[in-house]
């Protein structure tokens, strides 16, 4: 009554069939579990009551369709809904819109899976190094690789250089900045990346080995393709990126550019998704969702250290990075937050050797020499390898 | 030990002495509490065991500052945290890693609140329109405005802007699109801002009246500044964004590009924050933030429809639009969610004049003709006005 010039033809010759669908665990009673289901398939779609919709093609494809609703156990429900690929545009804004916009904001829903359609992974750039590419940039074909953070905050970028050479000295694979350093007036992301990248260089040259620095360059978006630009010419050998900082999108975008180094994704400000039982489950946040933005290694919070996620949550994040998601590649899961040596040995029985092992603050804590410390960080990998992948 | 080189009065003379605070709200017992408020001074700076810090200006100045701690009710307890205004570099993606960056992965902690410092403030956008500077854009002087949203997704542009122009004439003040509108085949960007606002302005021509439409510009970073400059060019009389998505420095960025209109921020995807106990308080988020970071008015969701916020929440979200804020000037409140015009009094009792009243599907409900339900909104908003602001 409403919309008597709606051509639903013309809009069905516009979809081309093909849906995505995500997964939500909805909690509560059985019959309130599937209002919510019901609920979702509008909301994030028309947004509109059903019987005011013309009929046709609207009702049919562009509001979501629940595919599948089982319960999971006392409490929780899980719905598979699916959409219409064209509602997302091609567009990994509006994609994210679709899986988790207005519902964002209503209790009893979490995104538990995403099961992203063969033309949504094309459209977007997914990994383009994941494992095996900083692999081969690091050439170590098989352990664990060892990481670690330059800081504190309110160093010089010749202090941070200095730490750097140290950790380059010791056998570090990757040094990366740590997620706080910017481009404050005490340590300028320009002067600091120079000065660290050509420390790391400088100990490769001499040591053979091929350590990289992985420089910071979250920054305001007007700035931030740029620095990853400047960082590559001044050394660098990969990028950080916080996406709950500078925008998931941002680190889409980064991604597509094919600048030939790797992402590696850092957690932070996302966490509230995480943590509460209204929001998106860890596997999916720390895993899926960065594979697909195109992160090739993604930092998480290891139970354990000083970060509360369980270590269901962990291996499932380690799952999320590896598990098959189109035609994308494996990434680095890299466990963090507190880890010290001891953990080692624990995460390698539990991840396998296919990750980055973050120890920041945890080095410092052995022996007041710097270089020894990381050379017990690597005995301590090496004696933990497992024998194959 | 570690770091001998260290030049503590060099950093010392780098900063500035001035700070800016944030309040976390804590849970537990007054020790937990205590100790989470310790963890927040190093975990959002140094992330660093203040033990192995070297003496000197990091201890002093980089590491956070509880400024207070007191008891808020019986479980829960309030910090006032400072931070050197020199750590957020100028950036409003490290001024949020400050604010909120890892401890969003921690257990019992909420932001309630957020004092910058005047710099902070000044290197930000804010908003540059608010309330003020919309009322001159449609000239309603006094009232709360009419605001609607073209919707259901599926329809054509050309259903979109039919839709558009029945609003125009029927009186709405403020015409946006839904927010899950971007740039879909069966409604393209381009076309649907060319109709929708061609169609508004033939209606202003004949009503006299100043109806704006606010596409929602949200979209890959890339294109997204592109799509704002081309929206003004096309008609448009604002920009709808979902910092969420496309990123909250998108949405600082766009502000301080000074494109000469007015921006409408859509809480989609960020409802996580808000709902959960862990996050960002309602009114920080929806309120304060949003100012900061450019938004002429905030669209959030009001108690009593499809959304779980509280009276209280709502009644917060509304005192941070308008409470004091360095210079900045009030922006709009605009409660929605499944309001209908039966809401209307109660909104206007509770948030006074100085909102925009969204009302989507709401107006579809009180009879078959659109442009008399519209016109009834409008009765049912001049009816219950307040006498003044």
Request: hydrophobic share 40%.
């Amino acid at each position: 009554m409403f919309f008597e010039d709606f051509d639903s033809v013309q809009l069905k010759n516009q979809l081309s069939g093909n849906r995505f669908r995500v997964i939500y665990r909805l909690s509560g009673e059985e019959a309130e579990a599937r209002n919510k289901a019901t609920d979702i398939c509008t909301e994030q779609t028309v947004e509109f009551p059903v019987r005011f919709l013309p009929s046709g093609a609207i009702r049919e494809q562009i509001v979501g369709c629940i595919e599948r609703f089982e319960q999971q156990n006392e409490t929780n429900w899980l719905a598979t809904i699916s959409y219409a690929d064209e509602i997302a545009a091609g567009e990994w804004t509006q994609f994210l819109n679709v899986v988790f916009g207005n519902i964002s904001i209503k209790q009893g829903i979490q995104v538990v899976g995403i099961q992203p359609s063969q033309r949504i992974i094309e459209q977007l750039p997914g990994s383009r190094f994941g494992v095996d590419g900083i692999r081969k940039l690091v050439k170590i074909p098989m352990r664990p690789l060892l990481f670690t953070a330059l800081k504190p905050m309110g160093l010089s970028a010749r202090n941070l250089a200095k730490l750097a050479e140290q950790f380059a000295e010791g056998g570090i694979d990757i040094i990366k900045d740590d997620h706080g350093l910017s481009d404050q007036c005490f340590a300028p992301f320009e002067e600091r990346v120079l000065r660290c990248a050509a420390a790391v260089h400088e100990v490769n040259a001499r040591t053979k080995r091929n350590t990289i620095y992985v420089p910071n360059i979250t920054s305001p978006i007007e700035l931030f393709f740029e620095r990853a630009v400047r960082a590559k010419e001044l050394g660098a050998g990969g990028f950080m990126v916080t996406p709950g900082l500078v925008g998931w999108d941002a680190l889409r975008r980064l991604a597509q550019m094919q600048l030939g180094l790797p992402i590696i994704a850092h957690p932070a400000f996302i966490g509230s998704y995480a943590i509460n039982s209204q929001g998106i489950s860890c596997r999916v946040l720390f895993g899926t969702l960065m594979r697909l933005a195109g992160a090739d290694a993604t930092i998480f919070p290891n139970y354990g250290g000083r970060f509360p996620l369980s270590q269901e949550d962990c291996r499932e994040i380690v799952i999320a990075s590896r598990e098959k998601l189109g035609t994308l590649p494996a990434i680095f899961p890299c466990p963090a937050g507190g880890m010290e040596l001891k953990n080692i040995r624990d995460m390698v029985q539990n991840y396998g050797n296919d990750m980055l092992v973050l120890i920041g603050s945890g080095l410092f804590s052995y022996s007041d020499n710097l270089i020894d410390n990381c050379r017990t960080f690597l005995e301590e990998i090496e004696h933990s390898c497992l024998p194959t992948n």
